[in-house]
């Protein structure tokens, strides 16, 4: 046995794993497998623990942590418990929802693989001092022609923050047993497909956004991290909806992707819809404009379906990921300048807005939440002044320094 098998091995004996049921593995949902990798990519088609006042889609705690003789079992469906006999070390995940939460946790040195590594609005971590996030040493794995088998066995990771059926759902090459190899012979799974419900093949529980992100923490036992940043989270949004106007005074708000063809007139509209994507919206307590227009996911619409939902706001999700203010900008004037675009209540009154990305995990959210706060309500919570530089201490929302501390390991 060389030294690279041996060190394989060894990493492999470090993890086992007792499954529960693994759920319904390759089904197609309501949306494809490519649509959901196009829309990471951001094209289109594609608990109630904190303050009285959160009402934000929490839940009951998810891990179990259960520490024997070192080691210890976290719990999540799909997959059910994993057992570990010590902290994975080398990990990989989709994208940046499960990304976020191991960088909120402190574990970015451990990052080895990424389906996607553009499109991360990563000027966020930018505005935490003391945080530096780079994904230069980190692996892409390619998910848009095909996901390679080999890559896994040749990284070797200890665990995959991922949901086990996104595979066989972006890849039909994928089989049950191939996702059973890979967890078997290389590393544990570990996650839940949280950025949308409603897929006939996701028929098992779903996560909220903190749920997922307090099952992470167990699995790389920070605990206090978790604490921390879940403190700065319930306290924004007790903050926030406590300062909210009266809900006749609040905007109706439609979803569009940034990637609609305005000049075309073709337009992909979205519900909030439950799930992680549009959780800053949801605890914003916004009236969904296009909630009694769409039935499923999402839908194509022309100028004139626009115009008769016509929402007081426009946001445009990925608007923070996936364009620069500059293209944003030259897109939304194609919208002032056509006909119908022009009669839009949200063009006359230029509530048109950037949105994020529906791949956030708890810094990212943290930083979407303050800017729909200040997009949405801005007599309530000033204006929000883009993604050039951040705000200044006293116009933010929330304690960056305790964000970058926690991050950090200053708990």
């Not at 909806?241 to 005074?249: F, R, S, T």
Request: hydrophobic share 35%.
């Amino acid at each position: 046995m060389n030294g690279s098998e041996a060190t394989s091995v060894t990493r492999r004996r470090i993890l086992r794993t007792s499954v529960g049921a693994v759920g319904t593995l390759g089904i197609a949902g309501c949306q494809s497998g490519a649509e959901e990798a196009a829309s990471a990519t951001g094209d289109t088609p594609a608990e109630n623990e904190g303050t009285a006042t959160v009402t934000d889609e929490q839940g009951t705690t998810t891990g179990d942590a259960a520490t024997a003789s070192g080691s210890y079992s976290v719990s999540m469906e799909p997959v059910g418990e994993v057992t570990f006999e010590s902290v994975p070390d080398r990990w990989m995940t989709y994208y940046s929802t499960y990304g976020d939460i191991g960088i909120a946790l402190g574990q970015l040195d451990g990052l080895g693989g990424l389906f996607y590594v553009e499109n991360w609005p990563t000027v966020f971590y930018d505005w935490l001092p003391g945080v530096d996030v780079s994904f230069k040493d980190v692996q892409k794995i390619s998910a848009s022609d095909g996901i390679d088998r080999e890559v896994f066995y040749e990284m070797d990771y200890d665990i995959h923050l991922m949901d086990p059926n996104m595979l066989t759902w972006i890849d039909d090459n994928w089989s049950e047993s191939d996702v059973e190899d890979v967890r078997t012979e290389v590393g544990p799974f570990v996650g839940n497909h949280i950025r949308r419900r409603g897929y006939e093949w996701h028929d098992y529980r779903p996560y909220s956004l903190y749920e997922a992100f307090e099952t992470v923490a167990e699995v790389f036992q920070e605990r206090e991290r978790y604490d921390v940043l879940r403190e700065v989270h319930d306290r924004l949004l007790a903050d926030l909806q406590a300062g909210l106007p009266p809900e006749d005074d609040r905007p109706s708000v439609g979803f569009l992707s940034v990637n609609s063809d305005i000049e075309a007139g073709t337009f992909y509209a979205y519900p909030l819809g439950a799930g992680n994507g549009k959780k800053q919206y949801r605890d914003l307590r916004i009236d969904d404009a296009f909630a009694d227009d769409i039935d499923g996911a999402f839908a194509e619409w022309d100028y004139e379906q626009l115009l008769s939902a016509d929402p007081d706001a426009l946001v445009f999700l990925y608007g923070f990921s996936h364009t620069s203010a500059e293209d944003f900008e030259s897109g939304v004037e194609q919208l002032r300048d056509d006909p119908v675009g022009s009669q839009l209540t949200a063009v006359d009154e230029d509530r048109l807005y950037r949105g994020g990305t529906e791949y956030q995990g708890p810094i990212i959210n943290l930083f979407q939440t303050e800017a729909a706060a200040k997009q949405l309500y801005p007599d309530q919570f000033g204006a929000w002044n883009g993604l050039g530089e951040p705000l200044p201490e006293a116009e933010r929302l929330f304690d960056y320094q305790r964000v970058a501390d926690a991050i950090n390991g200053r708990v």
